[in-house]
């Protein structure tokens, strides 16, 4: 796809930047306004799952988030925008012809669970950021059409998650901008309000919704796309309508910063830094959102929250948002031919995306630009721009590589090597497509991103960073999901603590068959390399019914782009099937019996078994003649990456035959009833660009080493060589 003039070129430093960058954005729609300019309706031809006439809204409304700013700073007399082209204007007259019922371009009434609620959020912020714009003072015509559609959602039945939101700044607007009576409106404020506070988790982390066995999520919509920029809004736009609630959700957003900074990419400099640039790790539902990623800072600097340590200085926030803008200027495949956003992450791709994406949505994108409403005299915009705080840890020592954010259940690991994080303790069972792959990988990485499933063989599950278990002989796989009794602990390497996660979930419900994983995130002294322990424990006395006789069990580390530098397709040549590097070509693949390695222009991938160096017969249920394990390069299906079109993916297989005289004579006296056996896989990821290749091998050829307690019916217990 070709890039987009004043967005792919954009250097995104400066205000007029972003004001060239959201021109450039919105340029591109002028061409599918309606007659009335009260609907926009790409000429992508996929729809969503409402209704055609909600989705032109979606095309209206979602620009709207840089629409209101930058219509007022023309106003203003602002230089950037003296030369327009974006007829900013005719979305005054979208308001008044899309909430007019005689118009043929209405926005129709609104009913429960209606899209129509979520585009009344970006109206809403039109109001209450440029009254004096979309007010429409002296026009009481259309002061009163937009008062009754937007009073439609009261009353209406709603998702108890981040909607929430939508009806309290709907209801904000009708008060503070149209003259409804507070009295009319407060009972639904306050019990909105009400529930939003309940979604809270700790640390300034709120859950989209209540946390339960339903839905444990705690993604993007927990920060830039929904509640935080939420709260920030509320912060900014009514802190006088209740005093309390304001500080509360300042402090708020100081908690969730604390780490929240550590999902972004660094800038690339000093010491080898990953080559994330300013990217997010991208993780949870929505994900064509894209650089909404970042709206977060853009909102807080808006807010002007006096942040802590190490965001207590401007530029370090104005950082973190223009290196995410940036990253993202050099995806020029995120553009349609005709320079309108396409759904899909950095490609065109539809099997990411939700049944809610219309071709419109995307548009979510622009919450990133609420940065255009900082005055241009704000230190934001006139101080320097300040590196990612892990480069200036660098200098100082202050941050660890690694550290537990307890209440989503992640570990971020911010590397040298490679930025990604650590999960488990994520699920929903709400029908969001690619569900298992979006909440419950047990790692996701702004390098490699992550893959979802689109069908059920191991080449269409596309099955990166998890494990997926079999019980008829690779027919058909489970990936791992609904983990439960989430805990963190540590383990101590040399001198340095670590923090782990515990986990155990159940593949299926009627067969006693439970699998406890641990988390362990990378060391100093093996850097690229995470573990993984698998304990499978078959509990026959819970079974109810079939009892397998054969499991196989498939780990997976991180999937690869297979393209080289110069373009070629690794899997056109054969693999080496013995790990001798050519000094002539660093980017090959390679793979024995138990372990496998791809070294790619998009970074280098790898697996090894590492049982028989951690686990002693001795001192566990395993058995030669019961555990077999064999490494495999699976070819994922193309476009099942969100970064990549074409990846490989190493893997280690292991095959346990259920073998019950063996059980009885091992467990009998102890455990009568259970059949059990540990794995351990080490999974090796380095960025592109971060060593040199003989770094690399080297990393490669020095694996963790360790032992591991792992005696039936205990958690197994590691401790490092």
């Known amino acids: 796809m070709p890039p987009l003039a004043g967005f792919s070129d954009n250097p995104f430093k400066t205000r007029a930047d972003l004001t060239r960058a959201a021109l450039a954005l919105l340029k591109p729609l002028e061409q599918y306004k309606s007659p009335g300019n009260a609907r926009i309706k790409l000429s992508t031809a996929s729809g969503a799952g409402f209704s055609e006439t909600a989705a032109q809204l979606e095309g209206f409304a979602r620009p709207l988030w840089v629409v209101a700013d930058l219509l007022r700073l023309q106003r203003a007399g602002d230089p950037s925008l003296s030369s327009c082209d974006a007829r900013l204007e005719t979305w005054i007259e979208g308001f ?100 939003l506070d309940g979604f809270e988790i700790g640390e300034g982390w709120s859950s989209d919704g209540l946390w339960s066995v339903d839905r444990r999520q705690a993604d993007y919509y927990s920060g830039s796309f929904a509640i935080q920029f939420a709260q920030l809004l509320f912060v900014r736009l009514a802190p006088d309508y209740d005093v309390q609630r304001t500080e509360k959700y300042k402090q708020q957003a100081c908690d969730f910063a604390q780490r929240f900074w550590r999902y972004f990419g660094t800038d690339g400099k000093t010491p080898p830094w990953t080559n994330s640039l300013g990217s997010a790790i991208p993780f949870g539902r929505s994900l064509t959102y894209r650089f909404a990623f970042a709206a977060f800072w853009g909102a807080a600097a808006a807010a002007d929250i006096k942040l802590p340590e190490p965001l207590d200085h401007p530029g370090v926030v104005k950082g973190i948002l223009l290196r995410h803008l940036r990253w993202w200027s050099k995806q020029s495949h995120i553009f349609n031919l005709d320079g309108t956003l396409n759904i899909g992450y950095t490609y065109p791709n539809m099997y990411m995306s939700e049944d809610y994406n219309s071709p419109q949505s995307v548009y979510w994108c622009l919450k990133s630009f609420i940065a255009l409403s900082i005055p241009e005299d704000n230190p934001f915009w006139s101080c320097e721009e300040m590196p990612h705080p892990m480069v200036i840890s660098e200098t100082s020592k202050t941050f660890p590589n690694v550290t537990l954010v307890w209440p989503p259940m992640q570990i971020l690991c911010n590397t040298p090597e490679h930025h990604f994080m650590l999960s488990t303790g994520q699920s929903t069972r709400k029908n969001h497509k690619a569900r298992e792959s979006k909440y419950a990988k047990f790692a996701y990485s702004s390098v490699f991103a992550f893959s979802v499933s689109i069908g059920p063989l191991l080449e269409q599950m596309a099955p990166d960073s998890t494990l997926c278990i079999s019980k008829d002989d690779g027919e058909s796989w489970k990936a791992a999901w609904e983990p439960s009794s989430v805990q963190h602990d540590s383990v101590q390497v040399g001198d340095e603590v670590l923090p782990t996660l515990v986990s155990s979930w159940k593949p299926w419900k009627p067969i006693g068959l439970v699998i406890h994983t641990t988390l362990v995130p990378p060391t100093r002294r093996w850097p690229g390399w995470h573990i993984r322990i698998h304990k499978v424990e078959w509990d026959s006395a819970s079974t109810d019914g079939e009892r397998p006789k054969r499991l196989r069990c498939l780990d997976s580390g991180f999937a690869v782009s297979a393209q080289t530098s110069k373009g070629d397709s690794l ?76 990846t490989l993916l190493p893997s280690v297989q292991h095959t346990a035959d259920y073998d019950i005289q063996s059980r009885e004579e091992r467990v009998a006296k102890v455990h009568p009833n259970l059949w059990s056996f540990t794995v351990v896989t080490g999974i090796f990821a380095i960025g592109p660009s971060q060593r040199s290749a003989d770094e690399i091998w080297d990393m490669w050829m020095t694996p963790p080493t360790g032992v591991l307690d792992c005696k039936p019916g205990d958690q197994a217990t590691i401790t490092f060589n």
């Not at 496998?596 to 078994?609: F, N, P, T, Y």
């Not at 003649?625 to 074409?646: F, G, M, V, W, Y």
């Open 96 to 195: 008044k012809k899309g909430t007019d019922p005689r118009s043929p371009e209405y926005w129709g009434d609104v009913g429960g669970f209606d899209q129509r609620m979520v585009e009344m959020e970006s109206v809403a912020y039109a109001l209450l950021a440029s009254p004096r714009i979309f007010g429409f003072g002296g026009d009481e015509e259309t002061r009163g059409n937009l008062a009754a559609w937007l009073g439609r959602i009261n009353g209406q039945a709603m998702p108890p998650n981040n909607w929430r939101w939508f009806r309290v700044f709907v209801n904000l607007a009708l008060v503070r901008v149209l003259g409804v009576p507070l009295d009319e409106l407060k009972t639904f404020i306050e019990a909105d309000l009400e529930m």
């Open 571 to 646: 899997f056109e040549k054969p693999y080496s099937p013995a790990f001798l590097r050519s000094q002539e070509e660093s980017e090959n693949w390679w793979k024995d019996d138990t372990s496998s390695l791809i070294v790619s222009s998009g970074g280098a991938s790898g697996v090894r078994d590492l049982t028989p160096s951690f686990v002693a017969d001795g001192t566990s249920t395993n058995r030669r003649h019961e555990l077999k394990s064999q490494s495999i390069i699976i070819k994922p299906d193309a476009n099942t990456n969100l970064i990549s079109q074409r």
